[in-house]
T-cell receptor, first 115, second 111 residues
Framework: GAVVSQHPSRVICKSGTSVKIECRSL??????MFWYRQFPKQSLMLMAT?????????EQGVEKDKFLINHASLTLSTLTVTSAHPEDSSFYICSARRGLANEQFFGPGTRLTVL | KQEVTQIPAALSVPEGENLVLNCSFT??????LQWFRQDPGKGLTSLLL?????REQTSGRLNASLDKSSGRSTLYIAASQPGDSATYLCAVRSNDYKLSFGAGTTVTVRA
């Protein structure tokens, strides 16, 4: 149990386009979902926290108009990178919290490359 | 702001040797601490979770200790195998539930 999926696993796009990444909790309802980005050989950095049906809370320095997060249901959250640029190229990982449990389950990640 | 540091950044050992990975954090007011494994280009796999009230957790060849007052945790991997080669991440959960990650220790176990 406690499986989190992400789609797509890898995406390459041209500069200026928008990219949507989906995160799903497959066998549990996620009260809270988290989005992280990871640069090569660096730590995961929390971008935002989202609760179902409410607006996401963004970390300092993360542009909310650039990274749109929609947590439409208890099993799905999406991250849209709008007008992507090469500096947005990164590994994006989502995570889901099950109920009030204190453990997070992580997706396999999405590698975004912006040309 | 919680800062998490992992030393060393990289480690290479021959098969069979025991591994010792260190993690330190600046704010001792934590909820729990978690160790993850990350394979290249992949997501995270949870290895061990230690609650703030616990001193250690064990799972198979893995043992993690926690000294909250000194802001340290150590992950021990006994009798390392080539399949243990990966990056190991330490993450500290604060009382606001946010996870702060270290940059990881990349382990290579030579056959």
């Amino acid at each position: 149990g406690a499986v989190v999926s992400q789609h797509p696993s890898r995406v390459i796009c041209k500069s200026g386009t928008s990219v949507k990444i989906e995160c799903r909790s497959l066998d549990f309802q996620a009260t809270t979902m988290f989005w992280y980005r990871q640069f090569p050989k660096q730590s995961l950095m929390l971008m935002a926290t989202s609760n179902e049906g409410s607006k996401a809370t963004y970390e300092q320095g993360v542009e909310k108009d650039k990274f749109l997060i929609n947590h439409a249901s208890l099993t799905l959250s999406t991250l849209t990178v709008t007008s992507a640029h090469p500096e947005d190229s990164s590994f994006y990982i989502c995570s889901a919290r099950r109920g009030l449990a204190n453990e997070q389950f992580f997706g396999p990640g999405t590698r975004l490359t912006v040309l | 702001k919680q800062e998490v540091t992992q030393i060393p950044a990289a480690l290479s050992v021959p098969e069979g040797e025991n591994l010792v990975l260190n993690c330190s954090f600046t704010d001792s007011a934590i909820y729990n601490l978690q160790w993850f494994r990350q394979d290249p280009g992949k997501g995270l796999t949870s290895l061990l979770l230690i609650q703030s009230s616990q001193r250690e957790q064990t799972s198979g060849r893995l043992n993690a200790s926690l000294d909250k007052s000194s802001g340290r945790s150590t992950l021990y991997i006994a009798a390392s195998q080539p399949g243990d080669s990966a990056t190991y991440l330490c993450a500290v959960r604060s009382n606001d539930y946010k996870l702060s990650f270290g940059a990881g220790t990349t382990v290579t176990v030579r056959a």
